[in-house]
């Protein structure tokens, strides 16, 4: 809903520039940046819980959807324990709220991305920021997640190559 400092037309020109620079899967455009991410959603109904609300057996997950994105992947922090070598990662994946909502997609904590050959489980959404100030205005989402070992979120990544 545009405001009074800001008409639709800037809007709209807003999401062109960044659908130009991000890409669109949807509708099969490439970006200038051109990052994708497949997105996984927890199937509630499949997974099955103990009287807890634990999942004992493991989670399943909906089929992938690929979705663009901005990332930024913090470095590596390697440790070593008596269990061996570990490694951490954190990163954020940033998206265009219209794109997401095209997608029919919404992020929820406990979701998981696949990216860079790993897979990474959201711990956290920000949908703060907000075009002159209103709320109408809600022009991104986003998630900040960390790096999980595939084992234990039960997926496994598929060569097609």
Known sequence: MPGRFIRSRDLDFFDTV????????????????NQEII??????????????????????????????????????DFSTSEFGPDVNQNASFSFIRQALIDANFVPDIGDVFEWNYTFWEVNSINENQLLAGMQENNHSVVCDAFMTDPTKVGLSRNRAY
Do not use: H, Q, W
């Not at 960044?18 to 940046?33: A, F, M, R, Y």
């Open 39 to 76: 997105a996984y959603k927890i199937s509630v109904y499949e997974t099955d819980t103990n009287l807890y609300g634990e999942s004992s057996s493991g989670k399943r997950y909906k089929n992938g959807i690929k979705l663009a994105c901005l990332i930024s992947a913090e470095d590596f």
């Open 18 to 33: 960044n659908k130009e620079l991000i890409g669109n899967p949807k509708t099969g455009k490439d970006g200038i940046i």
